[in-house]
């Protein structure tokens, strides 16, 4: 096997590609002057794709512990890079091909795979609710540190109201689980359906390691995943004030297009906030869609 290490500069070439700066974006200036960048949740995600893609898998808590630096990314790229195929090498050591040849039980395995409904990406783990689950989705809807970002606004409702509201006529809805280290960390679920015309809603809440670091959008987009394949949706609308939609507003265009913004909708922590209704297309999602996230 070989492991062909790119150099820190075509590293840092493919990661600026990657982003897509503008020439005066000052992230772009910040990392170039190995500063952090300060990126959103989506532009976190295709860093971490990007640095997938060159073959180094990076561990959640690398990716929450880690200052978003190109050395200190370079670092980790170094560390975790790891060859996933068998090459054919000429007398010089240059790959000339890759060798991957599926048994019919692979084949098998394949066609089935594609029927099923998605519920595990390389990182989470959809769940079905169970009762043993709530507490941890009542102490997440009612923290301090991300429960303001879900629908009680930092309300307390009682343990029994909690439970009636997830039972609201929704059409789907999971725990999410971590796959390295079997942990619940987050909520997510689709209401509000319209069938006739082929559309909804999706809500989401994680653990606050997640936030803001693009690993709670790849779970997102796991539950994106489930849910056009299950259902005949065009698209899906997602709601939520300019302070959580600052996390993402670098995917505006791409991953998602805004459709709406109700300017001082609603009331928070001494002032009024944008609300913004956001729409994921069916086929967006597919053509963004990385199997390997």
């Known amino acids: 096997m070989t492991k062909n290490l790119l150099s820190y500069q075509d590293f840092t070439d493919q990661l600026l590609s990657s982003l897509k700066f503008e020439d005066n974006d000052p992230s772009r200036e910040a990392l170039l002057a190995g500063k952090d960048p300060h990126l959103d949740s989506l532009q976190m995600l295709v860093l971490v794709t990007k ?11 690398t990716i929450t512990a880690t200052v978003i630096t190109f050395e200190n990314l370079y670092h980790h790229y170094c560390k975790h890079r790891q060859a996933s195929h068998l090459q054919i090498a000429l007398s010089d050591g240059s790959p000339i091909s890759t060798i991957s040849i599926p048994s019919p039980g692979d084949l098998e395995k ?21 009762d043993q689950d709530l507490p941890f989705l009542y102490d997440l809807a009612t923290s301090s540190a991300v429960g303001f970002r879900w629908r009680y606004r930092g309300g307390i409702p009682t343990f029994e109201s909690f439970q009636q509201d997830l039972a609201v006529p929704v059409i789907s809805q999971f725990t999410v689980w971590s796959r390295e280290n079997n942990e619940r960390v987050g909520h997510v679920t689709c209401h509000e359906v319209d069938l006739a015309n082929c559309h909804g809603y999706i809500a989401a809440m994680f653990t606050p390691a997640l936030m803001g670091r693009g690993l709670a959008i790849n779970a ?21 004030l300019e302070f959580n939609y600052d996390q993402v507003a670098s995917g505006a265009g791409t991953f998602f297009h805004v459709e709406g913004r109700l300017r001082r909708h609603e009331y928070y922590n001494g002032r009024f906030w944008d609300k913004y ?17």
């Open 220 to 240: 997102v987009r796991l539950f994106l995943q489930n849910i056009f394949q299950r259902f005949n949706l065009r698209k899906v609308y997602m709601e939520m």
């Open 110 to 130: 394949k066609r089935r795979s594609d029927l099923e409904p998605k519920v595990v990406n390389g990182r989470f783990m959809l769940a079905p609710i169970q």
């Open 51 to 61: 640095i997938e893609d060159m073959g180094a898998r990076l561990p959640s808590e």
């Open 277 to 293: 209704v956001l729409a994921v297309f069916r086929e967006d999602l597919l053509e963004s869609n990385d199997e390997h996230l």
